[in-house]
């Protein structure tokens, strides 16, 4: 097939899924959007990039966004400005990123030899069918292979800049941390690579990596600096989280449980009780062994400069296990990441292209029971979240104003959000008491696993007795395939809204 086609077919195929995705319903939001996009949207209503969540503590007062790397929320500010703030703005803009990490990796791979020219046509036409399996809902990942792919692609190039190859790291980092590492060692991979023939090539590539790390860390300090003089406490929030020092995720928690590995792991795996995605997480440490069964079978075949990109490969994959166990979407990250550098190897003609092709495949292959899923789920979901539609309104209309303090359980904050300026997810009062008082509650049903006549019960650090509720959940929607329910679980929309004693306009209402 003509290179142009495969543009053809995923240009057609992603109009499709744009389309197909406004059919069905919103994608639930975890808890990752708090981290990822609140800060954009409250950017984008309010010129304020401040959240909740920049407290790390769940406090009632936001403050300056700092608990992770700005770029993602900074872009979603600038869409949240052009296109409309509604309950589908973050499906649809986690798409639009997906997609755009589709074409890069697409990119990439029609730009491989003719030598593995079958395999090149599989995954290019993988890609071009399937390139919403690059979404990432609410987090930064494909945002990450986007950024990712410029530093390398500079560093595969003889006359590559060392200075602009850091300038790009750093913007990587600040797009997701562990694909600015990644891109760090996947550079210096790279530019030994390039010197491995000329003499004194040990010395070459150490002045290239120092230059490419002196401008990555003159970019960072740069924007440290301007956090600090907006905020003096802005930097100890993002080491707090970063390390792991509140979050438990990081790498100091992961050096200082070093007893507990198994289960970290065994946690990280089950981060989300999620089969799919558990099972991805296994599939992930599979794909590296299945990189290097390949370098064993073909080990005669191998340069000394593709030995290079195979240890490049594996040391990404060896910081994601032993440095972030319990972050298993690091892990999963590293089944795009390092084939998209085995192909910055393999364009050259080296074998690495070859590999780097077909563990593409099967880092999609692995994505595939998480994608279907996703589709049943939002399918199902349809009539749940039009039966919900009007519960942000119902509930504004009996706060004072639109700025009170409102927790939502479960998943359903892009429902809420374009009513209410400060959410708080009601899912931290499980973790310790807190001084916050929320006005409002929508206690939402989405993964809730009581009787089919059971009342979610709010958390127990609040009392019950100081709200009252004004409306129940409009419609239960139990976890089934066909119609035909399967597990004890909920998935679908809706919430139980309570108002805090006083805070209530006097609006009254039969419950639902």
């Known amino acids: 097939m003509k290179i142009s086609r495969y543009w053809i077919v995923f240009i057609i195929c992603a109009v499709a899924w744009i389309i197909a995705s406004l059919s069905l319903a919103p994608s639930l939001s975890g808890i990752d959007v708090w981290a990822f996009r609140d800060a954009g949207w409250n950017l984008a209503s309010t010129g304020s990039f401040e959240s909740l969540v920049a407290t790390n503590t769940g406090g009632a007062t936001p403050k300056l966004y700092s608990s992770y790397t700005p770029i993602m929320p900074l872009l979603f500010a600038?869409?949240?400005?052009?296109?409309?703030?509604?309950?589908?703005?973050?499906?649809?803009?986690?798409?639009?990123?997906?997609?755009?990490?589709?074409?890069?990796?697409?990119g990439w791979v029609i730009r491989q030899p003719q030598n593995s020219s079958i395999v090149r046509s599989y995954a290019a036409l993988a890609v071009a069918i399937l390139p919403v399996i690059f979404v990432t809902f609410d987090r930064p990942e494909a945002i990450g292979l986007i950024l990712f792919s410029i530093p390398v692609f500079l560093s595969a190039d003889a006359n590559a800049s060392p200075i602009f190859v850091g300038i790009f790291v750093a913007l990587t980092?600040?797009?997701?941390?562990?694909?600015?590492?990644a891109a760090g060692i996947w550079a210096s991979a790279l530019v030994l690579s390039r010197n491995w023939h000329?003499?004194?090539?040990?010395?070459?590539?150490?002045?290239?990596?120092?230059?490419?790390?002196?401008?990555?860390?003159?970019?960072?300090?740069?924007?440290?600096?301007?956090?600090?003089?907006?905020?003096?406490?802005?930097?100890?929030?993002?080491?707090a989280h970063a390390l792991g020092i509140s979050s438990g995720l990081g790498p100091v928690m992961a050096l200082t449980s070093g007893k507990d590995f198994l289960r970290d792991i065994l946690d990280a795996a089950a981060l989300h009780?999620?089969?799919?995605?558990?099972l991805a997480y296994f599939l992930s440490l599979v794909s590296s062994l299945l990189l290097v069964s390949w370098c064993a079978v073909y080990r005669k075949e191998l340069r000394n400069e593709d030995w290079i990109s195979v240890c490049a490969g594996l040391a990404c994959t060896?910081?994601?296990?032993?440095?972030?166990?319990?972050?298993?979407?690091?892990?999963?990250?590293?089944?795009s990441l390092v084939p998209l550098g085995l192909l910055a190897v393999g364009k050259t003609g080296s074998k690495m292209s070859t590999v780097g092709l077909l563990l593409l495949l099967f880092g999609m292959f692995i994505r595939l029971p998480a994608f279907f899923i996703d589709i049943v789920q939002r399918s199902e979901q349809r009539s749940s979240y039009e039966a919900s539609l009007q519960q942000p309104s119902f509930l504004l209309a009996h706060l004072q104003t639109p700025d009170a303090l409102v927790a939502v359980e479960g998943d359903d904050y892009d429902l809420f959000k374009p009513q209410f300026q400060n959410l708080f997810h009601l899912g931290w009062f499980h973790y310790s008491n807190r001084l916050t008082k929320p006005a409002a509650i929508a206690n939402c049903y989405d993964a809730f696993h009581g009787p089919d006549t059971a009342v979610r019960?709010?958390?127990?650090?609040?009392?019950?007795?100081?709200?009252?509720?004004?409306?129940?959940?409009?419609?239960?929607?139990?976890?089934?395939?066909?119609?035909?329910?399967v597990m004890r679980g909920q998935w679908g929309y809706g919430c139980d809204l309570y108002v805090r004693n006083g805070a209530d306009n006097g609006i009254q209402a039969p419950l639902n």
């Open 78 to 106: 600038g869409y949240a400005s052009i296109l409309p703030r509604n309950a589908y703005a973050g499906t649809i803009f986690n798409l639009l990123i997906g997609l755009t990490a589709a074409a890069v990796m697409l």
């Open 173 to 181: 980092f600040l797009g997701h941390p562990f694909s600015g590492i």
């Open 198 to 239: 000329f003499p004194g090539r040990w010395l070459l590539s150490l002045r290239e990596v120092m230059i490419t790390g002196m401008g990555a860390i003159a970019v960072l300090i740069a924007v440290a600096l301007a956090y600090y003089s907006l905020d003096h406490n802005s930097l100890a929030r993002f080491l």
């Open 273 to 278: 009780q999620d089969v799919p995605e558990t």
């Open 318 to 335: 060896a910081i994601a296990v032993f440095l972030f166990p319990r972050q298993g979407h690091y892990l999963f990250c590293t089944t």
């Open 457 to 485: 019960p709010l958390p127990s650090q609040l009392d019950p007795s100081e709200f009252h509720m004004i409306q129940a959940v409009p419609q239960h929607l139990w976890i089934t395939i066909l119609g035909h329910r």
